[in-house]
Nanobody
Framework: QVQLVESGGGSVQAGGSLRLTCAASGSIFSMYCMAWFRQALGKEREGVAHIDRQGFTSYGASVNGRFSISRDNAKNTLTLQMNSLIPEDTAMYYC??????????????????WGQGTQVTVSS
């Protein structure tokens, strides 16, 4: 069982940066796929970035080139570096993890473990 806790959210002006961290209570080495999702008010949840155990990454079209996902298996943390933020990035951000490796990590939406979320607000 893995518990995930996000931190690092807050309010920032457009063009600014934030760094989100997801701390796991247990080892994430067994987590084949980890990801960040976000959900804006009144909208569906969308995948932001995915990373597998080998470090292969993939990004949603709206954040590609601005956001960077990384994982530190030794420290049991998942990080999302967000640069050049725009108001459309305003949302609750969630980290997710899953141990199953039968399916590709890229674009995965079904995860066994979820955090409670951290709010990101970008003002114009």
């Amino acid at each position: 069982q893995v518990q995930l806790v996000e931190s690092g959210g807050g309010s920032v002006q457009a063009g600014g940066s934030l760094r989100l961290t997801c701390a796991a209570s247990g080892s994430i080495f067994s987590m084949y796929c980890m990801a960040w999702f976000r959900q804006a008010l009144g909208k569906e949840r969308e995948g932001v970035a995915h990373i597998d155990r080998q470090g292969f990454t993939s990004y949603g079209a709206s954040v590609n080139g601005r956001f960077s996902i990384s994982r530190d298996n030794a420290k049991n943390t998942l990080t999302l570096q967000m640069n050049s933020l725009i108001p459309e990035d305003t949302a609750m951000y969630y980290c997710a993890a899953d141990s199953h490796s039968l399916y590709a990590c890229k674009g995965r939406t079904d995860f066994g473990f979820w955090g409670q979320g951290t709010q990101v607000t970008v003002s114009s």
